[in-house]
């Protein structure tokens, strides 16, 4: 069974940053794109970046652009979402998930888009 395991979540005061990555027991996972979605208590799960396989090319949900970048180390082309200018209202589960392809499609922020899931981070902003 593939694992897929998130870390770096925490707690941060408004307008402070985090980084979460992502770690995975999947053979070829540097093969494939990833994404990171969240979901707040009572919301629907949602896209909040997607990282090609190489992190050259990345897309955001509009709520956090310019405020979250995601990129892939050179080395083992770990995921990370680098969140600053965090806001209350990014209070939530942040999970990792491992797409069905390198790139990341026009419907990345599609959960179908997605064939592995971790289990999340909890990242918690206070006003």
């Known amino acids: 069974q593939v694992q897929v395991v998130e870390s770096g979540g925490g707690l941060v005061q408004a307008g402070g940053s985090l980084r979460v990555s992502c770690k995975s027991s999947l053979l070829n996972f540097d093969d494939y794109a990833v994404g990171w979605f969240r979901q707040a208590p009572g919301k629907e799960r949602e896209g909040v970046a997607c990282i090609s396989r190489t992190g050259s090319t990345t897309k955001y949900a509009d709520s956090v652009k310019g405020r979250f970048t995601g990129s892939r180390d050179k080395a083992e082309y770990t995921p990370y979402l680098q969140m600053n200018a965090l806001q209350p209202e990014d209070t939530a589960m942040y999970y990792c998930?491992?797409?069905?392809?390198?790139?990341?499609?026009?419907?990345?922020?599609?959960?179908?888009?997605?064939?592995?899931w971790g289990q999340g981070t909890q990242v918690t902003v206070s006003s």
């Open positions: 998930a491992i797409s069905r392809a390198a790139y990341c499609s026009d419907s990345w922020y599609s959960l179908e888009w997605y064939a592995y």
